[in-house]
Every structure is written in structure tokens, then in C-alpha cells.
């Protein structure tokens, strides 16, 4: 009996060599010395068994298993493989066993890096959500603007990230997961919360605002939609930290509506209509590019559906 592999050069082994799904049945036979315990043991039926011993006795050139009305029987060539068997199935189970843990120690934390307004307004309530379903992961969160969540995704110091800019960074693949809308807002107390008419946006461009610092995804789109800006008043490094200078009546600026609630329900911000431009951003969940999130970076973008 001869299966020819040994003659065709380049062969690889996986074309050689039993499956391991034949290896652990030719192991039951030997060990319960009958196909059809064997077969149920394994849970195909026996006519499927007879099947694999027999392709694996072609593929190997050698019978393997003597059948009579009293049961199986390896032959000599079959007690012989068996052993064989046997260590390539320890083998795979050890390999299966550290396949495991490697995936327990990545399941074990989260690193998740985020733009201020998604991580500030946005996270908790994802993160809560996530503990419910993950209650052993431990999550660690970077809060910074669009740009330092692009660098820590392709440094591989984060494993899902959230921005909030015009497009997706380069080297990232992403998903729009909610729509954002940004508002002028100033103090009670300014000019523009008495106008009667809405405010234009070349008026909006040409005013020295409260903004964030280069590279957020605010200022980004912003700047795009009205095609530039005038001198910043004041730059910041945070949304809160724009909204009290806004309550302290330094000057107006342009912040998200998710950041807003509070401030406008209680009347220490006013919220400025525009008149010829609508303000509005795609928030987005981004990994690197042929990277697609798994484990509990999966689960918890899987959470943001709908946000």
C-alpha cells in the first residue's frame, strides 16, 4: 500500500501526516479495542470512523487496524503509529493548554486610549457596561487628543483607540460608532448671548475663541468648516478646562454638545445659534489597519453600537 506523497517533492507535512481528529481516534480504538465505541467516543458514527482509519491508511501506506465480528485490532504497524500518535497528541495539548493562557493574559487588560470629549462623556458608561461582561479585565485608559490616540494605537501601546477628527489617522482602519454635534457656547454675560439674529460663520472665524491645542478633533473640524480660524484667545488641553473659561467670561468657544448638557440646562452657558454652517463630527473607534479588535477590545466596541 502506497500513498505516493514520498515521491512528490514539495509536499508539506501537513499533506503527510494524520489530522489530529484521525490521530485521537486511532488512539480510542487502541485504548477500547472496538471502531464503534471508538466512534461514539470521538462523536462520529461508525461508518465515518471506518472512513478515517481508511484514508489514513492510505495516506501512511500501512494498515493499521485489523476488524473482526470480536472487535478492532491494531496490527503491528498500527501499535507502532499509535505510539507515535499518542506524542503528537500530548503535544497538541500542550500547545492548546499554552495557546490558552496566552489568550488569558491578553483577555486579563484592556488599554484603551481615547480623545477628551469620547473618553470624558462617553467611556464611563462603555466601561461600566464592559466590567458587567468582563469582570476580571483590567482597563486602563489614555486620555489625550486625536493625534496622541493615532500614536499610541500604531506604537502598540493601546489596543483600541477613539477620535473625534475629520478622518480616520493614517495607518488605522476605523468605525463610525455616533454623530457629534459641536455649539457655540459663551457666558450669560456676552455680547453674542443678547443677539437676535443667528451668528455668522465668517463672524464665528474672524473672533478670537477659546480653543483646544492643535491636533484635536474639535478644533480640526472647526477649522475646516469654516476655513480657518482667527488667533486663538486662550489654547487648552481639556474640554473642561475650555467650559470654565467660557462660565468665567473669558470668551466664547465651540464645544461638543455631549460636554454641554449640564452647563446649558442650568443656564451658566448660552448656546449661540449659527447661521449658515452646521457643526458636526463623526466620533469614530479605530485599531490598527488589518488589526481588527478582539477579546475584550472586541466586546467593548461591540458596546458602543448605537452610542
Known amino acids: 500500500m502506497s500513498s505516493g506523497a514520498e515521491d512528490r517533492p514539495g509536499v508539506g507535512i501537513a499533506h503527510r501526516v494524520p489530522d489530529l481528529g484521525a490521530l485521537e481516534l486511532l488512539l480510542a480504538v487502541a485504548r477500547l479495542g472496538s471502531l464503534g465505541r471508538a ?47 499518542r506524542r503528537v497528541v500530548d503535544a497538541a495539548e500542550a500547545f492548546d493548554a499554552g495557546a490558552q493562557a496566552l489568550r488569558d493574559r491578553r483577555d486579563s487588560r484592556l488599554r484603551v486610549a481615547a480623545s477628551m470629549t469620547i473618553a470624558e462623556y462617553l467611556l464611563p458608561g462603555w466601561l461600566i457596561a464592559l466590567r458587567a461582561q468582563r469582570p476580571d479585565t483590567a ?117 461638543s454638545e455631549l460636554a454641554l448638557g449640564e452647563e446649558l440646562s442650568a443656564h451658566r452657558l448660552v448656546g449661540i445659534p449659527l447661521a449658515d454652517v452646521r457643526l458636526t463630527r463623526a466620533l469614530r473607534a479605530v485599531w490598527p489597519t488589518g488589526h481588527r479588535p478582539t477579546g475584550p477590545a472586541r466586546d467593548l466596541l461591540s458596546l458602543t453600537r448605537g452610542a
Not at 481508511?54 to 507502532?80: F, H, N, Q
Not at 500604531?154 to 489617522?169: H, I, K, N, R
Not at 454635534?181 to 443677539?195: C, F, M, N, Q
Not at 491645542?213 to 488641553?237: F, K, M, N
Open 39 to 85: 466512534a461514539r467516543e470521538v462523536g462520529i458514527t461508525q461508518p465515518a470512523a471506518s472512513s478515517r482509519i481508511r484514508s489514513m491508511e492510505r495516506l501512511l501506506g500501512v494498515a493499521l487496524v485489523d476488524r473482526s465480528p470480536r472487535g478492532s485490532r491494531l496490527t503491528r504497524e498500527g501499535a507502532l503509529v499509535t505510539d507515535w500518535a
Open 139 to 255: 482597563v486602563s485608559l489614555l486620555a489625550g487628543n486625536s493625534t496622541v490616540v493615532a500614536e499610541r494605537l500604531l506604537s502598540g501601546e493601546a489596543d483600541l483607540g477613539f477620535v473625534e477628527g475629520l478622518s480616520v489617522p493614517s495607518g488605522l482602519d476605523a468605525t463610525v460608532i455616533a454623530h457629534d454635534r459641536l455649539i457655540v457656547v459663551t457666558a450669560p454675560g456676552h455680547p453674542w448671548a443678547r443677539r437676535r439674529a443667528p451668528l455668522a460663520a465668517a463672524e464665528l472665524a474672524a473672533t478670537p475663541l477659546i480653543l483646544r491645542e492643535e491636533g484635536s478633533g474639535t478644533r480640526q473640524v472647526l477649522d475646516s468648516a469654516l476655513g480657518g480660524l482667527a488667533r486663538p484667545l486662550i489654547e487648552l488641553s481639556s474640554t473642561t478646562a475650555v467650559k470654565a473659561s467660557v462660565v468665567s467670561g473669558a470668551g466664547p468657544a465651540v464645544l
